[in-house]
């Protein structure tokens, strides 16, 4: 589910108290960067949902905000630490883990606010190196190399290479990058590491049955 960042020429700032509360097939949603605040209870009881990314502008969680999402286990935090309300994780994943960007301000580790927190990318392999402007405009596409006739709501691995526009693979791209699919109700890790043009994810389909991925070039974390 994609929240819109404005309505009818509105811009949306606040996702409002129950807004989104006992959704048992959310699985997963999209927070624009217009949102500051996140309501009492706005997903309370999303039992389905099992991943979210914050983006930096969102200030407040208010109480009870995450509560009872029973499968959540990784939260993602684009910016820097929001004021988290009474109870806003309460009853997620026994292993639910918080995750920073580099140089945010407010975190604290090894837990934060009792849940186990750190950086983003803190493991990252050794043979990654800083991307070339170059190497970035080399890329046209991704290109899946392997998919099955699947049926909708059923889980499968992928791969695919970065091609330049010569359908060549991007051999020297190396990094952590951003990936979503369209036509897909469950994409895992959201965060792929690409080694030398090539990539795995996880995804669940759609009722559609086709998959669109689009890869986010602008990096996560620069080295």
Known sequence: MVIPSSINGVSVTKIGDYAFSHLQYLMNITIPNSVTSIGDWAFYDCGSLSSVTIP?????????????????????????????????????ASDLTVYFMEGAQGFTTPTWHGYPCQKYLVDRPSDITVISQETLDKIDEIKITTIDDQVAGQEFSIEFEVLDKN?????????????????????????????????????????????????????????
């Open 56 to 92: 930096n502008s969102v200030k407040y969680i208010y109480g009870y905000a995450f509560s009872g999402c029973s499968s959540l286990n990784s939260a993602y935090f684009e910016g820097d630490a929001p004021v988290l309300g009474a109870g806003a994780f309460e009853g997620t």
């Open 167 to 223: 359908g060549q693979r991007v051999t020297e791209y190396s990094d952590f990058i951003n990936l979503t699919a369209d036509g897909c109700d469950h994409i895992s890790p959201s965060i792929v590491y690409i080694q030398n043009g090539y990539g795995t994810v996880n995804l669940r389909m759609g009722s559609h049955r086709y998959i669109g991925l689009i890869m986010e070039i602008s990096r996560l974390l620069m080295i």
